[in-house]
C-alpha cells in the first residue's frame, strides 16, 4: 500500500514560487498498475520522484507499506531505494558498461556477494529477452532493447515497486507495445506495484487498472481506468481519451464543426460503449422505434486492459421532442452519450 | 645570385647536421631528465586535477552556502594558478621549491611549478567532463541507493573516462613543453640541452637534436593517449 497525503512541491525560483505538485493524495494498492497523466508541466515527474525520495515534498506525507519515505534521510532512504526500481525515458544506461555490467550495477550497490551477483543478473536478462546480447554495450542496442536493460537493472534487487517515468514516450507505437506487454507480465509474475508515468492515454488504457489525471500540479480525476473510459468527468480527461480513441480527432473535430454549421437542426451525440454493449446493434434499434435519421460520422472500438471501450459519433435528425426520446433510449440501453454542442478545433 | 644563397643555406644547414658537436650521453641524461621531470609531474597532477575536478563538480550550483563558498575560493585559486604565465611562476615558486625540497636546481625543483601550473588545467578539464555526463544516469544510480562515493567511482569517473583519459593527454603534452622552460632554474632537461649547450654555446646541432627527442617524446604521448580514448569510448 502506497498513500500519498495532501503532497505540495513548491520551487523556489529566481522569478518567484512555482508550485509543481499542489496537494495530492492519492492511495495505490500492492499490486496495481497504476498510471498517471498529465501533459508535460503537469507536476507527474515532479511527483513520481517522490515515490523513492529523489524529491522531496514541500508538505505531506509519502508512505510505503507503512514506513515513510519523505521522511527518510541518507543511509535509511538509500536502503529503502534499493527496494524501489525506476525505469526512464532516455533509459539512462552507462555507456561504460555492457548489458550484463549495467545490470550488475545495483547489486554492486546493494552489495550482493559477487557469486551471486552474475547468475541473478544472468536470470534478469533471460527475463526481459536479452540472452545473447550481455556483452554488447548500449550504443549497440535499439531503444526497446535499452530499455529491456533498464527493466531488467531495475529489477535487479527485486523491488516491490517499479517506477516508470514515461518510459516508453522515447520509442516506436511497435516497440511500446512489447515494453507494455513485458511491464504486465512483470506485474504478474513477480506480483510488484507499478507506477506509470505518462502523456499517452494509449499506455493508461493497455496496461494500467487505475489511473489519476493530473493538471497543473493537481489531481483532477481518478478510478478505475475502465470507469474514466466510460464516464470521464475533467475536460483535460476527455482530450486525452479522445486523442486515443481517435488519432486523427483532429479531422473529426473539423468534421464535427461543419456538421454542426450546415445541420443546425439535428444534434451531435457522442456514445460510449463498454464491454457486452459493443455487441449490441443499438443503432438499428433505436432507428427502428424511432422516427430519427442517423448518420454516422466515426467510430473505432478500442482494448482495454480489462474490457473493450467503442466510440460512436452520430448526427441525429427528426423532431426534436424525438430525438430527445431517442437520446433517452439509447442512455437506457446503458451506452453513454454527450451531446455536442460546440467544437474546439 | 643564386650560387650565394646556396652557399649560405649550405652553411647554415651545416651548422644544424654537425653532429659530431653532441654529447650523446648528456643529451641522454637530459632526456632522462625530461622524462623524469614529465611522468613525475603528471602523476601528481593526474591525482590532483580529478580531486579538484571533482570538488568543483560537486560543489557548483549547489543549494548550500558551504558549498557556494568552496566552489568560489577553488574556482577563483584554479583561475589564477591558470594564469599565471609558467616562467614567472617557476620563479615565483623558489622559496617555496627551496622550503618543501631543500633545494633549487635540478630536475626535482621544477616539479612544483609543474606541478601548480597543471593540475588547474587539469582539474578545470576533469570538471568539464563530468559535467557532460547526462545528468539522468546519476539520477539512475542514485535511485538505486548508491550513496556519493559510488556514484563518483561507479558513473562519474568511468562515464568521463574518455574526457579524462584526453585531458591527461593534452596535459601531459603541455607539460613537456613546460619542463623546456624549466632549464631558466637549471631544471636540466631537453630544455637545458637546447639552450645552454646548443644556443650559449652556439653549437644548432644540439639544439636540432634537442626539438627532435622532444617532438618525438609529444608525438609518441599523443599516439597513446588517442589509443587509450578510443579503447575506453563505447559511445
Request: glycine share 8%.
Amino acid at each position: 500500500m502506497i498513500e500519498l497525503a495532501n503532497i505540495k512541491k513548491i520551487y523556489e525560483t529566481k522569478r518567484g514560487k512555482l508550485t509543481a505538485v499542489d496537494g495530492v493524495d492519492l492511495s495505490i494498492n500492492d499490486g496495481d498498475i497504476f498510471g498517471i497523466i498529465g501533459y508535460s508541466g503537469a507536476g507527474k515527474s515532479t511527483l513520481v520522484r517522490m515515490f523513492n525520495g529523489l524529491e522531496k515534498p514541500t508538505s505531506g506525507d509519502v508512505t510505503i507499506n507503512g514506513s515513510k519515505i519523505s521522511a527518510l534521510k541518507g543511509k535509511a532512504l538509500r536502503s529503502k531505494r534499493q527496494k524501489i526500481g525506476m525505469i526512464f525515458q532516455h533509459f539512462n544506461l552507462l555507456w561504460s558498461r555492457t548489458v550484463l555490467e549495467n545490470v550488475l550495477l545495483p547489486l554492486e550497490i546493494a552489495g550482493v556477494p559477487k557469486k551471486e551477483q552474475k547468475s541473478k543478473a544472468q536470470e534478469l536478462i533471460r527475463l526481459v529477452g536479452l540472452e545473447g546480447r550481455e556483452e554488447a554495450y548500449p550504443s549497440q542496442l535499439s531503444g526497446g532493447q535499452k530499455q529491456r536493460v533498464g527493466i531488467a537493472r531495475a529489477l535487479a534487487n527485486e523491488p516491490t515497486l517499479l517506477l516508470c517515468d514515461e518510459a516508453t514516450s522515447a520509442l516506436d507505437p511497435q516497440t511500446t507495445d512489447e515494453v507494455l506487454d513485458l511491464l504486465v507480465d512483470i506485474n504478474q509474475k513477480l506480483k510488484l506495484t507499478i507506477i506509470i508515468i505518462t502523456h499517452e492515454m494509449h499506455v493508461i488504457r493497455k496496461i494500467c487498472n487505475r489511473v489519476a489525471v493530473m493538471e497543473s500540479g493537481k489531481v483532477v480525476e481518478e478510478g478505475h481506468v475502465i470507469d474514466i473510459f466510460k464516464k470521464p468527468q475533467q475536460e483535460i480527461t476527455k482530450r486525452f481519451i479522445r486523442q486515443d480513441t481517435n488519432p486523427d480527432s483532429e479531422d473529426t473535430d473539423v468534421a464535427l464543426s461543419q456538421l454542426l454549421t450546415e445541420y443546425p437542426e439535428g444534434k451531435l451525440i457522442h456514445l460510449t460503449f463498454h464491454g457486452e454493449q459493443t455487441n449490441q446493434p443499438v443503432l438499428s434499434r433505436i432507428i427502428r422505434q424511432y422516427p430519427v435519421e442517423l448518420n454516422v460520422i466515426q467510430g473505432s472500438i478500442q482494448q482495454a486492459k480489462e474490457d473493450s471501450i467503442g466510440s460512436l459519433y452520430v448526427q441525429i435528425t427528426g423532431d426534436n421532442d424525438v430525438i430527445e426520446q431517442a437520446i433517452q433510449q439509447i442512455k437506457n440501453m446503458d451506452v453513454e452519450v454527450e451531446v455536442i454542442n460546440d467544437v474546439t478545433v | 645570385m643564386m650560387l650565394q644563397f646556396n652557399v649560405l643555406a649550405a652553411s647554415i644547414l651545416s651548422q644544424y647536421t654537425d653532429f659530431e658537436e653532441i654529447d650523446w650521453n648528456k643529451m641522454w641524461e637530459a632526456t632522462k631528465e625530461t622524462l623524469f621531470m614529465t611522468v613525475g609531474s603528471v602523476i601528481i597532477v593526474f591525482i590532483l586535477g580529478l580531486a579538484i575536478g571533482l570538488i568543483l563538480y560537486e560543489t557548483s550550483n549547489q543549494h548550500s552556502l558551504a558549498a557556494n563558498i568552496t566552489y568560489r575560493v577553488v574556482s577563483i585559486l584554479v583561475n589564477v594558478f591558470r594564469s599565471i604565465p609558467f616562467i614567472i611562476l617557476i620563479v615565483l615558486l623558489i622559496p617555496v621549491t627551496k622550503q618543501l625540497l631543500d633545494t633549487m636546481v635540478g630536475p626535482k625543483a621544477a616539479l612544483p611549478a609543474l606541478i601548480v601550473s597543471s593540475a588547474p588545467f587539469y582539474a578545470r578539464l576533469v570538471e568539464t567532463g563530468f559535467r557532460e555526463i547526462d545528468k539522468g544516469v546519476v539520477e539512475a544510480v542514485e535511485s538505486m541507493g548508491a550513496n556519493k562515493w559510488q556514484v563518483i567511482f561507479k558513473v562519474l569517473i568511468p562515464e568521463s573516462l574518455p574526457s579524462i583519459a584526453a585531458g591527461i593527454t593534452t596535459t601531459t603534452i603541455s607539460l613537456v613543453g613546460f619542463t623546456a622552460m624549466a632549464a631558466v632554474i637549471g631544471a636540466g632537461g631537453l630544455g637545458n640541452m637546447a639552450y645552454l649547450d646548443g644556443f650559449q654555446r652556439n653549437k644548432p646541432a644540439v639544439t636540432l637534436a634537442a626539438t627532435v627527442i622532444i617532438l618525438i617524446i609529444v608525438f609518441l604521448i599523443q599516439g597513446i593517449g588517442d589509443r587509450i580514448v578510443r579503447r575506453v569510448d563505447k559511445r
